[in-house]
């Protein structure tokens, strides 16, 4: 029978401030496999998402577009990326939920991050923080080392949280009665409710309703944080913008002076 208990974190403005797939997007802009546009279209979600959450549809979107860029890229482009990621995420990491994985280490649970983000950057980022483990998405890796663009396993979003959580669980004999899980949006409410102990942090709307009317306990801190977030998403949305403007400007002006020179 299981008597291990444990401490499950969403990563997404749950264990961090704002989005790691922008962070992700940003870093792999600079590596040359995400193009200016997308990003800059990533850029207008990741401020959507700051104002309102994600649907299920934007992130099915998302996924596709994800399989598509990263089709044939080599897992070692991917692997070196790793300190630039963590270098965007750590500042983003929220003490009072440090604080929380802290707490129930020395209550003696085991704490883990799930998230629908890639599984090697969850597990990194759980080592770098001290935590027992990550729960991510594994993406496929053909045998010539390059990404396939298609999933090996469970995406570990919505129900597919729960699947994982499960299978993690019956491997190191954790009881989810007992357990502990936290997210901020009610695409987790599978998560939340598969364990005996649900926490709402910063909620949206429709997850702050339900965790009043379940009398899950909610933490509230992100108020600050979320007024510059947005500021720092909107920025750099119409920086994005800007820089493009500028780029076809300049475009302009060459065609209009190689035509003088040609006349």
């Known amino acids: 029978m299981a008597d291990r208990t444990a401490a499950f974190f969403d990563l997404d ?20 496999l995400v193009a200016r546009g997308q990003l800059a279209r990533w850029g207008l979600d990741h401020f959507r998402y700051r ?32 300190p ?5 995420i750590l500042p983003r990491i929220y003490p009072e939920m440090l604080d929380e994985v802290h707490r129930h280490q020395d209550e003696g649970r085991a704490t883990f991050i799930v998230s629908a983000a890639g599984n090697d950057l969850v597990a990194s980022l759980a080592r770098v923080l001290g935590m027992e483990g990550g ?10 080392g390059l990404y396939t663009g298609e999933m090996e396993g469970t995406f570990v979003y919505g129900e597919g949280k ?19 899980a936290y997210s901020d949006s009610v695409s987790d409410l599978p998560m939340l409710r598969s364990v005996g102990n649900a926490v ?13 009317a379940e009398g ?48």
């Open 84 to 88: 630039e990621l963590m270098a965007g």
């Open 13 to 32: 403005k749950t264990l961090m401030a704002g989005s790691s797939g922008m962070v992700f997007a940003r870093v792999a802009h600079r590596h040359g």
């Open 216 to 263: 899950w306990r909610v933490m509230r801190f992100e108020r600050i944080g979320h007024k510059l977030a947005i500021g720092a998403a909107a920025a750099f949305a119409a920086a994005v913008g800007s820089s493009s403007r500028v780029i076809a400007a300049r475009r302009r002006e060459r065609n209009r002076l190689t035509r003088l020179r040609h006349r």
């Open 51 to 82: 104002l309102r959450g994600a649907t299920d549809e934007q992130t099915s979107s998302v996924v596709e577009v994800a399989k598509g860029t990263f089709a044939s890229v080599p897992e070692r482009e991917i692997v070196r990326m790793g």
């Open 162 to 180: 729960v699947e994982a959580m499960r299978h993690y669980a019956d491997e190191h004999e954790i009881d989810l009665d007992a357990s502990y």
């Open 135 to 144: 729960i991510g998405t594994r993406w496929e890796i053909g045998p010539d």
């Open 200 to 212: 709402a942090v910063n909620p949206d709307q429709p997850l702050a309703e339900i965790a009043r």
